[in-house]
């Protein structure tokens, strides 16, 4: 349980919810939620919050983490290169859909308690 007796996942998609509206805001619009795909038995699979598209085209994959303080580093500091990997993979998966795949990034939105940091191009695919 997390706190005040919300369960992790409510409030993981409550922090999600918060991060879309202010992307949204910012001229981003929504293309996918939760995209999730499974590598197989001997590989992690991975998942993508949120994928949107930018107004020049560019999609964005979002990874949102959310603490309740900054303490530890924080949320955008929880995201080490294992999930970075896993968000890398989920989207080159994802990308195999489209015919030709557009420019990409991947940010992070990171939520300490009320605070909410948009980190543009947090990290990269290589």
């Not at 007796?5 to 001229?27: N, P």
């Not at 939520?111 to 980190?119: A, F, K, T, V």
Request: hydrophobic content about 45%.
């Amino acid at each position: 349980m997390a706190q005040g007796g919300q369960t992790t996942q409510a409030s993981g998609a409550e922090a999600e919810d918060r991060a879309l509206a202010h992307l949204q805001a910012q001229g981003l619009r929504l293309v996918e939620r939760n995209y999730r795909f499974a590598a197989g038995r001997s590989r992690a699979g991975g998942e993508i919050d949120l994928i949107l598209r930018e107004r020049d085209g560019t999609l964005v994959f979002v990874e949102v983490r959310s603490r309740r303080s900054a303490a530890q580093g924080g949320a955008a500091a929880s995201i080490g290169s294992a999930k970075q990997a896993r968000i890398v993979r989920a989207a080159q998966h994802y990308l195999l859909r489209l015919a030709a795949p557009p420019r990409c990034r991947f940010d992070v939105v990171a939520i300490d308690g009320e605070q909410l940091h948009w980190l543009r191009a947090a990290f990269d695919a290589g």
